[in-house]
């Protein structure tokens, strides 16, 4: 079992930068590939970001490539998101999610565990 607390949202505005945070409880956080999604209002889900257990290989969604950075620290159970060059569409609530046998990245069916989700807006 593995709980999933997110941080680090906020307002900013368009051009401005947050990070987040997504805190794990358990001592085997290093076993789970880890994701984010976000989720803006009468939007569907969608990915954003991941990252492998061991943090080697990273992820990313086109809308986001070359802005966004997703890193982990395994010794801190927590896996971060570094949103930088931020525009008002990359406004939504964003979740982290975390699975052992993921298949697919992007599809948020292959991660077992989500967190509770952060609000980020940007304005224009």
């Known amino acids: 079992q593995v709980q999933l607390v997110e941080s680090g949202g906020g307002l900013v505005q368009a051009g401005g930068s947050l990070r987040l945070s997504c805190a794990a409880s358990g001592r085997t956080f290093g076993n789970y590939a880890v994701g984010w999604f976000r989720q803006a209002p009468g939007k569907e889900r969608e990915f954003v970001a991941a990252?492998?257990?061991?943090?080697?290989?990273?992820l990313y969604a086109d809308s986001v490539k070359g802005r966004f950075t997703i890193s982990r620290d395994n010794a801190k159970n927590t896996v971060y998101l570094q949103m930088n060059r931020l525009k008002p569409e990359d406004t939504a609530v964003y979740y982290c999610?975390?699975?052992?046998?993921?298949?697919?990245?992007?599809?948020?069916?292959?991660?077992?565990?989500w967190g509770q989700g952060t609000q980020v807006t940007v304005s224009a």
């Open positions: 990252v492998t257990r061991s943090g080697g290989s990273t």
């Open positions: 999610c975390a699975g052992v046998s993921v298949l697919s990245y992007s599809n948020r069916r292959s991660y077992d565990y």
